[in-house]
């Protein structure tokens, strides 16, 4: 989306509902942080648990060399201001360990002095915990990415290579080192211990596990769970993998798994799918939801899944300044949202050199994807008017948490339903309706703006027949019409969504 053709919708929009030189601050709409005593566990479609706290996340992955105001986890609390600022209540980290760029590393026994500014150990934990400390005073959750692929031998490579030779497999050229050996058992075990020791010295909410369950299995992270849960803490692990959960991961970041025309289990990025085929359908069916170590499992029918526009892995940004791309398909619809940083205010591609990425082969060291981006804070303000947009949306979503942060046990009874327009050849509008209430999410994705009629769902969304109902413009803060058993007409502009809540008159 070009920002220069949206920026005339941008200043009519805030001219209306935002006092001149005023910014919105979803701060005070977040979910209060809550300690593990005070959280409660809600059960699944399987009957496994999961802290209550996961259905309001919104996720955003910071880099600590890139975000951070001095390259290292202490210079990341201004990042924790903004996320609050955002309304964003969930924080996933790159691996503060030590080695390459963290995801070819030395082992997660090891912290990196350059990433927490620490030498000592002991401060080190204590740098994190402080992290930790200050994202809940601002009622956000922390994950920490921890990698389980192995270790590397660069810059003289990690003691366990020596130290634990039958820990280790085959060779991994991309990392120059080894994969770890899953079935030797004293390996899981010391795994594990470490996880718990990451939990107990950071004070930590969860773990986003790298490549899991692709290379661990679900082991490590059971025992480390099921520990973590004897001591009373409610951890949450997220699995980088789509996977079957199995009481272990509570939520995977890569969703989308199928099986291509010859039979291979493929993954891809999430990226656009909804803007290229039916939401709505693909909901009911649970399309392409299935989980990788278990492909003949029903697909769509965990409770839990994300929406990832984009991560360290993506080659790019997909927003590029599109209230469709991140609102449509991530902050509204029926999934726990998840970006890079900087799809908020539609950061630049612009890429530093990677500290090593394929060494091996390329000696030179070369740009690792978003990891390498820059992340540039000015940007922020240049493009206040699409950021200001980002934050009206996430409001919406906030102030209405009965409807947005409903998760059935089963994602496909999620609480969506087709909306019908007089403008049946655009992508599909939908509804997201409780207890007498809708959200209706209706996306103009044409180049100029358009009257629609749109059809309020009554059956489908559990509205009341012959009740007088109220619709409001959300985005404009304003009556757009009052209904019975009807349709209201609203004007879109090019490129933008309609979000309107029908409610009781009375």
Same mark, same amino acid.
């Given at each position: !989306?070009? !920002?220069? $053709?949206?920026?005339?919708?941008?200043?009519?929009?805030?001219?209306?509902?935002?006092?001149?030189?005023?910014?919105?601050?979803?701060?005070?709409?977040?979910?209060?942080? %809550?300690?593990?005593?005070?959280?409660?566990?809600?059960?699944?479609?399987?009957?496994?648990?999961?802290?209550?706290?996961?259905?309001?996340?919104?996720?955003?992955?910071?880099?600590?060399?890139?975000?951070?105001?001095?390259?290292?986890?202490?210079?990341?609390?201004?990042?924790?201001?903004?996320?609050? *600022? !955002?309304?964003?209540?969930?924080?996933?980290?790159?691996?503060?360990?030590?080695?390459?760029?963290?995801?070819?590393?030395?082992?997660?026994?090891?912290?990196?002095?350059?990433?927490?500014?620490?030498?000592?150990?002991?401060?080190?934990?204590?740098?994190?915990?402080?992290? +930790?400390?200050?994202?809940?005073? $601002?009622?956000?959750? +922390?994950?920490?990415?921890?990698?389980?692929?192995?270790?590397?031998?660069?810059?003289?490579?990690?003691?366990?290579? %020596?130290?634990?030779?039958?820990?280790?497999?085959?060779?991994?050229?991309?990392?120059?080192?080894?994969?770890?050996?899953?079935?030797?058992? &004293?390996?899981? &075990?010391?795994?594990?211990?470490?996880?718990?020791?990451?939990?107990?010295?950071?004070?930590?909410?969860?773990?986003?596990?790298?490549?899991?369950?692709?290379?661990?299995?679900?082991?490590?992270?059971?025992?480390?769970?099921?520990?973590?849960?004897?001591?009373?803490?409610?951890? +949450?692990?997220?699995?980088?993998?789509?996977?079957?959960?199995?009481?272990?991961?509570?939520?995977?970041?890569?969703?989308?798994?199928?099986?291509?025309?010859?039979?291979?289990?493929?993954?891809?990025?999430?990226?656009?799918?909804?803007?290229?085929?039916?939401?709505?359908?693909?909901?009911?069916?649970?399309?392409?939801?299935?989980?990788?170590?278990?492909? =003949?499992? =029903?697909?769509?029918?965990?409770?839990?899944?994300?929406?990832?526009?984009? #991560?360290?892995?993506?080659?790019?940004?997909?927003?590029?300044?599109?209230?469709?791309?991140?609102?449509?398909?991530?902050?509204?619809?029926?999934?726990?949202?998840?970006?890079?940083?900087?799809?908020?205010?539609?950061?630049?591609?612009?890429?530093?050199?990677?500290?090593?990425?394929?060494?091996?082969?390329?000696?030179?060291?070369?740009?690792?994807?978003?990891?390498?981006?820059?992340?540039?804070?000015?940007?922020?303000?240049?493009?206040?008017?699409?950021? *200001?947009?980002?934050?009206?949306?996430?409001?919406?979503?906030?102030?209405?948490?009965?409807?947005?942060?409903?998760?059935?046990?089963?994602?496909?009874?999620?609480?969506? #339903?087709?909306?019908?327009?007089?403008?049946?050849?655009?992508?599909?509008?939908?509804?997201?309706?409780?207890?007498?209430?809708?959200?209706?999410?209706?996306?103009?994705?044409?180049?100029?703006?358009?009257?629609?009629?749109?059809?309020?769902?009554?059956?489908?969304?559990?509205?009341?027949?012959?009740?007088?109902?109220?619709?409001?413009?959300?985005? &404009?803060?304003?009556?757009?019409?009052? +209904?019975?058993?009807?349709?209201?007409?609203? *004007?879109?502009?090019?490129?933008?969504?309609?979000?309107?809540?029908?409610?009781?008159? *009375?």
């Amino acid at each position: !989306m070009n !920002m220069k $053709r949206t920026a005339p919708f941008f200043a009519a929009l805030f001219a209306g509902s935002l006092l001149a030189g005023a910014a919105i601050d979803n701060s005070a709409l977040m979910p209060p942080y %809550k300690p593990d005593a005070e959280v409660v566990m809600e059960k699944d479609a399987e009957g496994g648990e999961t802290p209550d706290w996961i259905k309001s996340l919104i996720i955003v992955e910071l880099r600590i060399h890139s975000a951070s105001t001095d390259g290292t986890v202490k210079g990341l609390l201004p990042a924790l201001d903004h996320l609050a *600022e !955002m309304g964003v209540n969930g924080v996933w980290l790159t691996p503060p360990i030590n080695g390459g760029n963290g995801y070819g590393n030395f082992g997660i026994h090891t912290l990196s002095p350059l990433l927490t500014g620490e030498k000592n150990p002991v401060k080190q934990w204590q740098v994190l915990r402080n992290f +930790v400390d200050e994202a809940h005073k $601002r009622n956000i959750r +922390v994950f920490f990415d921890v990698v389980n692929w192995g270790a590397t031998k660069h810059e003289g490579g990690s003691r366990l290579l %020596k130290e634990k030779p039958e820990w280790f497999g085959e060779y991994f050229a991309p990392y120059a080192g080894w994969f770890f050996n899953w079935e030797n058992r &004293e390996l899981n &075990e010391w795994f594990s211990s470490r996880l718990v020791e990451w939990f107990l010295m950071t004070g930590v909410d969860g773990f986003r596990c790298d490549c899991a369950p692709n290379y661990s299995g679900f082991g490590p992270f059971e025992t480390a769970k099921k520990r973590m849960r004897s001591f009373g803490r409610k951890v +949450v692990f997220m699995a980088e993998w789509t996977s079957s959960g199995k009481n272990v991961f509570d939520l995977d970041q890569l969703t989308f798994c199928f099986t291509d025309a010859k039979g291979k289990r493929r993954t891809h990025w999430v990226g656009d799918v909804y803007l290229k085929k039916n939401i709505v359908d693909m909901v009911r069916s649970g399309e392409e939801l299935r989980a990788w170590d278990d492909m =003949e499992r =029903e697909p769509g029918t965990k409770r839990f899944y994300t929406y990832m526009l984009s #991560c360290h892995d993506s080659d790019h940004y997909i927003v590029k300044g599109s209230p469709i791309t991140i609102g449509y398909q991530a902050i509204f619809a029926p999934f726990i949202p998840l970006w890079y940083v900087g799809e908020e205010w539609d950061n630049a591609p612009r890429f530093f050199v990677d500290y090593f990425y394929r060494r091996d082969k390329h000696p030179v060291p070369k740009k690792w994807r978003l990891y390498g981006n820059v992340i540039d804070w000015a940007q922020k303000e240049e493009n206040r008017d699409f950021f *200001e947009l980002v934050k009206k949306m996430i409001r919406i979503r906030r102030q209405h948490p009965e409807i947005f942060e409903y998760f059935p046990g089963s994602h496909r009874d999620s609480n969506i #339903c087709k909306v019908a327009t007089d403008r049946p050849g655009l992508l599909q509008a939908y509804a997201r309706f409780r207890n007498g209430r809708a959200v209706l999410i209706v996306p103009n994705n044409t180049e100029k703006a358009e009257r629609f009629r749109i059809t309020i769902p009554f059956r489908e969304a559990e509205l009341a027949a012959g009740k007088t109902y109220r619709v409001t413009d959300l985005l &404009e803060d304003r009556t757009a019409a009052e +209904v019975r058993n009807g349709s209201f007409e609203a *004007e879109i502009a090019a490129g933008q969504l309609g979000v309107f809540l029908v409610a009781p008159a *009375e």
